[in-house]
């Protein structure tokens, strides 16, 4: 792996174990999604990928996320009720993913995929 993927890899990672260690309160306090949760000033894309989400997903798809990170805009793909795969390539950002989303979506799962580490 390049060293431009493996610091992105341990960034992600060490981001996540530090929400894992702050406890239940910084994982599960519900927290902003989406596009509320991104600084106004780069709000704007952001507003349209959720746009996109409601207008062409529907509760009878199936979607692979790939790069979830810790759920940021999972919730929006969980509020249309299609059957959600969340993937990414750090553990502990799927395990505060499930914690977040998990529990309270029943059609989000998570999968952990390192194959190029």
Avoid: W
Wanted: a neutral charge; glycine letters at 10%.
């Amino acid at each position: 792996m390049n060293n431009d993927k493996k610091t992105e890899y341990l960034r992600y990672e060490a981001r996540a174990q530090s929400l894992l260690a702050a406890g239940t309160s910084a994982v599960e306090t519900a927290p902003v999604f989406g596009a509320l949760a991104i600084s106004p000033i780069y709000r704007a894309p952001y507003i349209y990928y959720e746009q996109c989400i409601r207008r062409y997903i529907s509760q009878d798809h199936d979607v692979l996320e790939l790069g979830a990170g810790t759920g940021l805009h999972t919730y929006a793909l969980a509020q249309t009720g299609a059957r959600v795969v969340s993937s990414d390539i750090s553990s502990h950002s799927l395990k505060v993913l499930s914690k977040r989303i998990g529990g309270g979506a029943e059609n989000v799962c998570c999968g952990h995929g390192v194959s190029s580490i």
